[in-house]
């Protein structure tokens, strides 16, 4: 672990957690942006930054995917940001469950803010991107839903063949209306007031109808808000053939998940998409990450999109009430790609090293 503490009034204390793979070279690529951010506020504010080893390798190291005191450490930092996690040599489910599910779930960050930006320079494989302009946010439930890890494997003592999983959903009201009204706050500052809600109430018929109740029920308090019901399958397909006619979506956690991705490469890769685990209550402290994972094909060569991670960082700055900047790194985000440099992901041949550079640059302008 290494810190650096500064004891400036200005200075907002951050855990850095790269984790795996390209993690760590984001989290990097975000650390040199936000501190050159920082360097240019004239004394303003400034980030003292604490970076955890945490992750796959960590885990091969001590059994353990993060220390067992990990959370008591990362409670009183002001936000923590976050890589990717997982790694081919351990399974999946150890590495999400044993890092960043633990954090959002003992952080009860259950706000999850996709947005999906369509940045200029970036050819989006959505032909409407060419004239329409698009500009929507997912909306994730984070703390309950398919992710709620209820459930369990049994008769496997039956021999091979026999074995039986249960992996159970669990909808409460109270989940489904903070995250529908989260969802409605959030559409009600935007240009468009509309809140699209998926589901598959069709054919998940506790949970999911639980939700939609839900949502008819707490629009009512929203009547200036546009609203949708729309099953997730066929939100897919809307994704694609009207994205013109989204603004906020809201949806479990599996759905969302699932939905963001979709989006993130519908606006060109996987590598664009940020995000924030949000606790509104700030009870606990909040999780800035990209959408990506840890890209094991792509890892340690300098391949690494770091706009998923710089546009977190811009998310982390409107959470610390600092609009104005996260409004200049966006900007230095545009001027980036807009200019052309961008990494093979996106179809340039710029290294994360050299699309940093011009990030910084950029936020002069
Ligand atoms: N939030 C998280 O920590 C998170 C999210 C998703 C997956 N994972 C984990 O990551 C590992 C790999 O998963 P996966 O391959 O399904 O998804 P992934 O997001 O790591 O990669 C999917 C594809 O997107 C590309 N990609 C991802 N990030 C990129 C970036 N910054 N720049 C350029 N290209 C990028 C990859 O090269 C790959 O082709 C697994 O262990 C998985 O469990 C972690």
Same mark, same amino acid.
């Given at each position: 672990m290494t810190s650096q503490p500064t004891g400036s009034p200005h200075t907002f204390r951050i855990a850095a957690i790269p984790a795996d793979g390209v993690g760590k070279e984001v989290v990097v690529a975000g650390r040199a942006v936000l501190d050159a951010l920082a360097q240019r506020s004239e004394g303003r504010f400034a980030f003292s930054w604490t970076e955890f080893p945490w992750g796959c390798g960590h885990y091969e190291r001590t059994g353990r995917m993060m220390d067992d005191d990990g959370l008591e450490t990362l409670k009183d930092f002001d936000a923590l940001y976050f890589g990717a996690v997982g790694w081919p040599t351990v399974p999946d489910h150890i590495s999400l469950w044993g890092l960043r599910l633990k954090i959002c779930q003992n952080f009860d960050q259950w706000a999850n803010v996709r947005p999906v930006h369509f940045h200029p320079g970036v050819v989006s494989p959505l032909r409407k991107a060419d004239t329409t302009e698009l500009d929507w946010v997912v909306v994730r439930e984070n703390s309950e839903g398919e992710y709620a890890g209820f459930g369990g494997r049994n008769l496997s003592g039956r021999g091979p063949g026999n074995e039986v999983a249960l992996q159970t959903a669990l909808f409460t009201e109270a989940g489904c209306e903070r995250i529908i009204r989260f969802a409605f706050e959030l559409a009600s500052t935007r240009a468009r007031r509309k809140v699209s809600s998926v589901t598959k =109430?069709?054919? +998940? +018929?506790?949970g999911m109808v639980l939700w939609d109740e839900t949502f008819e029920r707490v629009a009512q308090d929203y009547p200036d808000v546009e609203t949708e019901s729309v099953l997730v399958d066929a939100m897919s397909a809307k994704f694609v053939l009207h994205p013109e006619d989204l603004s906020v979506v809201v949806a479990s956690n599996l759905n969302a998940d699932i939905l963001s991705d979709l989006g993130s490469a519908l606006a !060109? =890769?996987? !590598?664009l998409a940020a995000s924030a685990n949000l606790n509104p209550e700030r009870r606990f402290p909040s999780m800035f990450e990209p959408v990506h994972g840890s890209a094991p094909d792509i890892a340690g060569r300098g391949l690494a999109n770091p706009i998923g991670a710089v546009g977190s960082a811009a998310l982390m700055l409107e959470h610390f009430g600092l609009p104005d900047e996260a409004a200049r790194l966006q900007k230095s985000i545009e001027a980036t790609t807009g200019a052309g440099i961008l990494t093979r992901d996106v179809g340039g041949d710029a290294s994360t090293d050299r699309v940093v550079e011009a990030l910084i640059d950029n936020l002069a302008l």
């Amino acid at each position: 672990m290494t810190s650096q503490p500064t004891g400036s009034p200005h200075t907002f204390r951050i855990a850095a957690i790269p984790a795996d793979g390209v993690g760590k070279e984001v989290v990097v690529a975000g650390r040199a942006v936000l501190d050159a951010l920082a360097q240019r506020s004239e004394g303003r504010f400034a980030f003292s930054w604490t970076e955890f080893p945490w992750g796959c390798g960590h885990y091969e190291r001590t059994g353990r995917m993060m220390d067992d005191d990990g959370l008591e450490t990362l409670k009183d930092f002001d936000a923590l940001y976050f890589g990717a996690v997982g790694w081919p040599t351990v399974p999946d489910h150890i590495s999400l469950w044993g890092l960043r599910l633990k954090i959002c779930q003992n952080f009860d960050q259950w706000a999850n803010v996709r947005p999906v930006h369509f940045h200029p320079g970036v050819v989006s494989p959505l032909r409407k991107a060419d004239t329409t302009e698009l500009d929507w946010v997912v909306v994730r439930e984070n703390s309950e839903g398919e992710y709620a890890g209820f459930g369990g494997r049994n008769l496997s003592g039956r021999g091979p063949g026999n074995e039986v999983a249960l992996q159970t959903a669990l909808f409460t009201e109270a989940g489904c209306e903070r995250i529908i009204r989260f969802a409605f706050e959030l559409a009600s500052t935007r240009a468009r007031r509309k809140v699209s809600s998926v589901t598959k =109430s069709n054919a +998940q +018929q506790y949970g999911m109808v639980l939700w939609d109740e839900t949502f008819e029920r707490v629009a009512q308090d929203y009547p200036d808000v546009e609203t949708e019901s729309v099953l997730v399958d066929a939100m897919s397909a809307k994704f694609v053939l009207h994205p013109e006619d989204l603004s906020v979506v809201v949806a479990s956690n599996l759905n969302a998940d699932i939905l963001s991705d979709l989006g993130s490469a519908l606006a !060109g =890769s996987l !590598g664009l998409a940020a995000s924030a685990n949000l606790n509104p209550e700030r009870r606990f402290p909040s999780m800035f990450e990209p959408v990506h994972g840890s890209a094991p094909d792509i890892a340690g060569r300098g391949l690494a999109n770091p706009i998923g991670a710089v546009g977190s960082a811009a998310l982390m700055l409107e959470h610390f009430g600092l609009p104005d900047e996260a409004a200049r790194l966006q900007k230095s985000i545009e001027a980036t790609t807009g200019a052309g440099i961008l990494t093979r992901d996106v179809g340039g041949d710029a290294s994360t090293d050299r699309v940093v550079e011009a990030l910084i640059d950029n936020l002069a302008l």
